[in-house]
């Protein structure tokens, strides 16, 4: 039987080791389903970024 192997491949990039967190550039990228979970899951961050000048949506 094979075990699961939780660590990614050498060659993989973003292993998950390093916490991103998006800036104004990335959050007028995310789609609605990625500003929504960034919502549920950071909304104190999520708010900062609504305020951001040049946030339209």
Do not use: I, S, W
Not at 9 to 15: E, F, I, K, R
Not at 16 to 36: N, S
């Amino acid at each position: 039987m094979e075990e699961h192997n939780p660590t990614p491949a050498p060659y993989a990039a973003g292993t998950g080791t390093v916490p991103v967190t998006p800036d104004r550039d990335a959050f007028e990228r995310m789609g609605y389903r990625e500003r929504l979970a960034l919502k549920r899951e950071d909304p104190a961050g999520y708010a900062a970024l609504r305020q951001t000048p040049g946030n339209d949506r």
